[in-house]
């Protein structure tokens, strides 16, 4: 441990140092009788509940510790550990913000969790429009304008939700948000999944902690050296009931919680403090130099991006644009993963990669090695890839999304359904904006632009085979 503190992995080391007999759950008993070969899991530390190593939902001992010490770290107030993700902090957020027919604001690109939080919460979706920029066919920030104009016209509005940064990297003004919101009395809810570092560095975009928000998520496993489901629920003092915020977490918490999954998170906060600013420094140095190696390979990294939405970009996500070599994302994916790079995602016209202070020298060095194959596989015509116009207007909601949930659906194709309400979560990527979201009536434009989009090589979501979901009649 050299020091650090990280009581969760403490009070789990000791216990396993004791070597005790085990008659307790887990049923694997430390993983006593499984093959080394099954893989180099943490079996033995795999543990539950008995003296020493606290209660997540009752915290008093190593977990209230470990707690304590990721709120000070992350500068929040309270912070609660989750095992099933941002996804369940963003459910966690909106019940502890809204109450049945409440009306919540909410982008329009915001992540798919954020319907189920409104089936969860009842309340009644207020949608603002990202920036979008055409010209990358990129759906960018919600700006602070946008923000103001929707709370002058729900002044009663709960809540808001806001994603700091996009998948893309892309930080919205979000200081100026969380002041606007503030002003009117409305709880700003954080969706930070992609960005739990950024309280590590002074260089990378601001953390809602420094701009004041009420709440928010961190996907702790996607940033920072934590394992997959890991993600830690913030609160700052003041709006929110935080006692209702803890019975809330545990509502949708199992009454099992995995110890390895908990001792990540201790244990992710406790490097980042200790080694975070300088192994991000390491990284964010490495990335220069990749991005002007790959800039002579003909590849953009948006490194200047400037929209006036978007207050500055994470400069740990290296987003490769293709459109001058002609590629798709898509086609870049699948290149880079012959050469054995896998990357996080693509799209019509980028790859996306998440790189943490866990990257090596030579990992970078493998990307560039495999990024030579996307200059090789260059298409002649060099067009600038796929440019795209959308339209902005948001359908009229019949229901709210939780009415919709609860009506019987049916699956027809897309051409049949304008004039029905919408059962789910529609639309295409590029540009990643729902076309109509649980609960609006269908429109015949908007089938139409997604029609159009999937003949471009656009990818339709929410649409299978072809059918859509509807309310039945
Ligand atoms: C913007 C955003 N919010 C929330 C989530 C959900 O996070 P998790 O996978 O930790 O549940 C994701 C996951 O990709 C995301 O991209």
């Not at 019509?348 to 970078?364: H, L, P, Q, S, W």
């Not at 090589?457 to 072809?466: A, K, S």
């Amino acid at each position: 441990m050299h020091g650090m503190k990280a009581p969760l992995v403490q009070a789990i080391l000791d216990y396993v140092n004791e070597n005790t007999a085990r008659f307790h759950m887990p049923g694997h008993k430390g993983g006593k009788q499984v093959s080394p070969s099954c893989f180099n899991l943490g079996w033995p530390y795999d543990l539950t509940e008995i003296p020493g190593t606290d209660n997540l939902h009752a915290p008093t001992g190593a977990i209230k510790e470990a707690q304590e010490l990721a709120a000070r770290a992350f500068r929040s107030d309270a912070c609660f550990f989750l095992v099933n993700g941002t996804t369940s902090g963003v459910h966690m957020m909106l019940l502890a913000a809204a109450r049945p027919g409440d009306t919540v604001i909410i982008p329009r690109n915001c992540h798919k969790s954020v319907w189920d939080a409104l089936v969860l919460s009842g309340a009644r979706p207020v949608y603002v429009w990202p920036g979008y920029d055409e010209e990358r066919a990129l759906a960018t920030q919600v700006a602070p304008e946008a923000v103001r104009q929707a709370v002058a016209e729900n002044p009663g509005a709960s809540a808001m939700m806001v994603v700091n940064p996009s998948y893309y990297g892309l930080a919205p003004r979000l200081e100026e948000i969380c002041g606007i919101l503030d002003e009117y009395g409305i709880v700003s809810l954080v969706d930070e999944a992609h960005g739990t570092h950024f309280v590590f560095h002074p260089s990378l975009p601001k953390s809602a902690a420094d701009c004041r928000a009420d709440l928010w998520a961190q996907s702790a496993h996607k940033t920072i050296p934590a394992l997959t489901q890991a993600s830690y629920l913030h609160a700052r003092r003041g709006k929110v009931d935080l006692n209702r915020l803890q019975r809330i977490h545990s509502m949708l918490t199992t009454t099992s919680p995995s110890y390895l999954l908990m001792a990540s998170l201790d244990w992710a906060r406790a490097y980042m403090e200790e080694k975070g600013r300088a192994e991000i420094d390491r990284l964010l140095t490495i990335i220069a130099d990749v991005k002007k190696q790959l800039r002579q390979l003909g590849i953009d990294t948006m490194d200047d991006y400037a929209r006036p939405e978007v207050e500055g970009m994470d400069g740990t996500r290296l987003v490769l644009d293709l459109g001058e070599l002609g590629l798709t994302g898509i086609e870049g994916e699948a290149i880079l993963r012959k050469r054995g790079v896998q990357v996080e995602m693509s799209d019509m016209r980028r790859v996306v990669c998440i790189c943490t202070v866990a990257d090596t020298k030579e990992d970078f060095d493998r990307l560039i090695g495999a990024c030579r194959a996307l200059w090789e596989h260059r298409k002649q015509a060099m067009d600038k890839g796929i440019k795209l116009s959308i339209s902005r207007e948001i359908p009229r909601q019949e229901m709210s999304p939780k009415e919709a949930f609860y009506r019987k659906t049916e699956y027809i194709p897309l051409e049949a359904s304008p004039g029905r309400i919408c059962a789910g979560i529609v639309g295409a990527y590029p540009p990643g904006i729902p076309a109509f979201c649980p609960g609006e009536l269908i429109g015949k434009g908007g089938i139409t632009e997604l029609l159009e989009i999937k003949v471009m090589g656009g990818r339709l979501f929410g649409v299978m085979d072809g059918l859509i979901p509807v309310i039945e009649e």
